[in-house]
T-cell receptor, first 114, second 112 residues
């Protein structure tokens, strides 16, 4: 049981380049999330998917797109990277039903945009 | 606006020196308060969920408590391996969906 996995672990992009961050979970969770973590800012929600087939914007969605490929996989795409998108990106998942709201996080992708 | 504030930002203790970390929150209709541990270069690791004032949860040297306005993470006789950043988050209803609002974390260092 790997939990939440993310690829790649590290990435360096030039301004204007595009890339997709991949996330997969094997816990049969319904809901999946993408966060970014910046020094002094805490974790901020970019996009989330409450269930397969649905996606919604979070607190900081500008410059990003997402795809919920199936129940297991949720990808984050940067169409034209900007230095302001230099951050650590975390994917998370949770069951999404009942009273159990805790989210489980992946190991993160460290992205630098030059 | 839903907010979570953690204090102190950083705390340095000697091994065996007990202390508490604070998480104060303002949220309309608390559905849950969560504590996570984050090691450098890793993702947050879930520790506890607290749902109502007066509730307490324990795990090894950690005990989390909850009041109507704040939560405390008490660490008793800490060891160097307890060094990490501890994150607090609350479950809030934002734009019709349940979401987590995170504090900025407390960076805890335990010196041997």
């Amino acid at each position: 049981n790997a939990g939440v996995t993310q690829t790649p672990k590290f990435q360096v992009l030039k301004t204007g380049q595009s890339m997709t961050l991949q996330c997969a979970q094997d816990m049969n969770h319904n809901s999946m999330y993408w966060y970014r973590q910046d020094p002094g800012m805490g974790l901020r929600l970019i996009y989330y998917s409450a269930s397969e087939g649905t996606t919604d914007k979070g607190e900081v969605p500008n410059g990003y797109n997402v795809s919920r490929l199936n129940k297991r996989e949720f990808s984050l795409r940067l169409e034209s990277a900007a230095p302001s998108q230099t951050s650590v990106y975390f994917c998370a998942s949770r069951f999404g039903t009942g009273s159990s709201y805790e989210q489980y996080f992946g190991p993160g992708t460290r992205l630098t945009v030059t | 606006e839903d907010q979570v504030t953690q204090s102190p930002e950083a705390l340095r203790l000697q091994e065996g020196e007990s202390s508490s970390l604070n998480c104060s929150y303002t949220v309309s209709g608390l559905r849950g308060l969560f504590w996570y541990r984050q090691d450098p270069g890793k993702g947050p690791e879930f520790l506890f969920t607290l749902y109502s004032a007066g509730e307490e949860k324990e795990k090894e040297r950690l005990k989390a408590t909850l009041t109507k306005k704040e939560s405390f993470l008490h660490i008793t006789a800490p060891k160097p391996e307890d060094s990490a950043t501890y994150l607090c988050a609350v479950q809030a209803l934002i734009q019709g969906a349940q979401k987590l609002v995170f504090g900025q974390g407390t960076r805890l260092t335990i010196n041997p």
